[in-house]
């Protein structure tokens, strides 16, 4: 059974920054996912995918975190992060982390195209 569990979550004020970190816990690893991604979510918000990494460590962004947060694949370490700066009070959301195996050629921020999802971790950022 898949399991992807996530780190680093906290309360920090606006500007300031967090990173989030990703692994399995399970026989699978990070290198047998072919996309992984991070979500977030807020009670008043339909989830929003917020930035993926694919093929060729090809990443894809949200527009709304593009130049403040940063993905990243650490398979040595079995680790995806994600790397928030100049955080802001809309960014105070559950962050997920979730994976998919099958191949795809293009990188996707739609939570249907994965079928793995860790827990969540909660981010808030205080003004």
């Known amino acids: 059974q898949v399991q992807l569990v996530e780190s680093g979550g906290g309360s920090v004020q606006s500007g300031g920054s967090l990173r989030l970190s990703c692994t399995t816990t399970s026989a699978y690893t990070l290198s047998n996912f072919f996309l992984i991604a991070w979500f977030r979510q807020t009670p008043e918000k339909e989830r929003e995918g917020v930035a993926s990494?694919?093929?060729?460590?090809?990443?894809t962004y949200a527009d709304s975190v593009k130049g403040r947060f940063a993905i990243s694949l650490d398979n040595a370490e079995n680790t995806v992060y994600l790397q928030m700066n100049n955080l802001s009070p809309e960014d105070t959301a559950m962050y997920y982390c979730a994976a998919d195996e099958r191949y795809s050629a293009r990188n996707s921020l739609l939570g249907q195209d994965y079928a793995y999802w860790g827990q969540g971790t909660q981010v808030t950022v205080s003004s």
């Open positions: 990494v694919g093929e060729l460590g090809r990443t």
